[in-house]
């Protein structure tokens, strides 16, 4: 079945180059991106690993976990890791899951079950496995994203999405197109246009139901 926005995300049991981890302890309160990738060693994966270690004091400030997963075996990892680090020019100091029996792959719907990774694999064999999870602290799936291996992800985009899901968690405001910190927000039809202003101040009215506000500092 697949995984769908505010489903809860599976829990499992997996070895890291950092050692065993409980996925639901390691999300424990925070915020927490996963990124998967087919294979360790490869090109655009490797500048991707290193995008995500330089941005560690932006991910620190959102009080955001961020974990790898690769369908390669935690020594793999731990060898990879200095590749990483030498072209990224920064430590890469979260964890990378090692998912070569390919369950969490399949847990998270980016393999079929009955997929395996058969003798001489290349990355084409495990391709899908491709996606970030952006996952909140109440540990549901708020957003998926998934790319070819001929396409590095977009981190800014990432810190950009996380931005906007923070902003509006559990409140009725949402983030309109190309949306960027500090710009104005779109408060929800849930409210009213005087419950609305009470709540946020003057409303920029565009349309009966497409009205703006400040976002909230």
Request: net charge negative.
């Amino acid at each position: 079945m697949a995984l769908r926005i505010n489903d809860t995300v599976p829990n499992f049991t997996a070895e890291t180059d950092q050692g065993t981890i409980q996925f639901h302890d390691f999300i424990g309160d925070n915020w927490t991106i996963m990124f998967s990738h087919p294979k360790d060693f490869t090109p655009v994966c490797t500048t991707e690993f290193g995008a995500v270690a330089q941005l560690a004091d932006e991910w620190a400030k959102r009080d955001t976990k961020v974990i790898g997963i690769s369908v390669d075996s935690a020594e793999d990892h731990v060898k990879w890791k200095g590749d990483i680090e030498s072209f990224a020019g920064t430590k890469a100091g979260f964890p990378i899951i090692a998912d070569s029996g390919l369950e969490v792959a399949k847990l998270f719907d980016m393999l079929p079950s009955e997929a395996y990774l058969p003798d001489n694999r290349t990355p084409a064999d495990s391709a899908t496995v491709r996606s970030v999870f952006i996952i909140g602290p109440d540990k549901k799936l708020k957003l998926s994203m998934t790319y070819p291996m001929t396409i590095g992800r977009n981190f800014a985009e990432v810190l950009r999405a996380l931005d906007a899901l923070q902003l509006t968690y559990n409140v009725p405001l949402a983030a309109p197109a190309n949306w960027q910190v500090g710009q104005d927000v779109i408060v929800a039809t849930a409210l009213n246009d005087a419950d609305a202003e009470a709540k946020y101040g003057t409303l920029d009215k565009k349309l009966p139901y497409l009205r703006f506000a400040k976002a909230p500092s």
